[in-house]
């Protein structure tokens, strides 16, 4: 399932080059993410709306509550809210965190404005397969095409690129013109597989070939 956290809203992070970067969204969104990724956590649903098809909540590691410390850190803001929908001590507190966040002048409330850099695409795919062929680059996994195709961030240069794990072949997903997908035997469950292992992961990757469409073999370990 998809959740949300309750009364918040984050500063938009683009997913594509037609997508809108907000400031502090790439920071914001890196936050939670190291925050939370590959830990077992606690959810709690609090409310739906319908309309938008999304469901809010709050999220709990072992040690820390996400979302109070989402917006104490000021990576996020409280909406306004006319109906606090039975959690009104909640609501309160969060405002309570969002005022002392904006006072000591934390994330989004920052006088200086920072937005990320992104290179959708390579302008010259064989230079920089030919700079950077056999050179240790850290990345994130930003998608799973496949069980065995990554879309990838590099970190140092902003730059999208797309690998494919070297000496591996996975069952097809081919995609339409209109987005429908249809796939190969076994092509779901092996990007399941990749997914929970590799998706929004750090990692490091070693490229170590090309092929015609500017896909890198290459090879990935975790940081």
């Known amino acids: 399932m998809q ?3 309750a009364y918040c809203q984050a500063p938009r992070v683009a997913r594509t080059a037609e997508g809108v970067e907000e400031y502090f969204g790439w920071e914001s969104r890196e936050y939670l993410r190291k925050m939370i990724i590959g ?6 649903v609090l409310y739906k709306v319908d309309v938008i098809s999304r469901t809010f909540g709050t999220i709990e590691l072992k040690d820390k509550d996400v979302l109070r410390d989402m917006v104490s850190s000021g990576y996020v803001s409280v909406r306004s809210e006319r109906d606090e929908k039975g959690n009104r001590e909640l609501y309160e507190e969060l405002l309570e965190l969002q005022a002392e966040a904006r006072d000591n002048h934390r994330g989004i409330w920052s006088p200086t404005k920072t937005l990320r850099h992104v290179s959708w695409t390579l302008d010259d ?8 062929k ?9 998608q799973v095409r496949d069980g065995s195709t990554l879309k990838l961030y590099l970190l140092e ?3 999208m690129i797309s690998l494919r ?9 081919a995609y339409s013109a209109d987005g429908k997908a249809t796939y190969d035997a076994f092509a779901a469950e092996s990007r399941c597989f990749s997914e929970l292992r590799l998706l929004n992961r750090s990692v490091v990757i070693i490229i170590d070939g090309m092929d015609k469409f ?6 990935s370990s975790h940081l």
């Open 3 to 5: 959740l949300s956290l």
């Open 39 to 44: 830990q077992v956590v606690k959810f709690k």
């Open 125 to 132: 795919p064989e230079s920089f397969f030919q700079a950077n």
């Open 134 to 142: 056999g050179m240790p680059m850290a990345a994130i996994v930003e």
């Open 157 to 159: 240069t902003g730059e």
């Open 165 to 173: 794990l070297a000496g591996l072949q996975a069952p097809r997903i």
């Open 214 to 219: 500017n896909v890198f073999p290459q090879l």
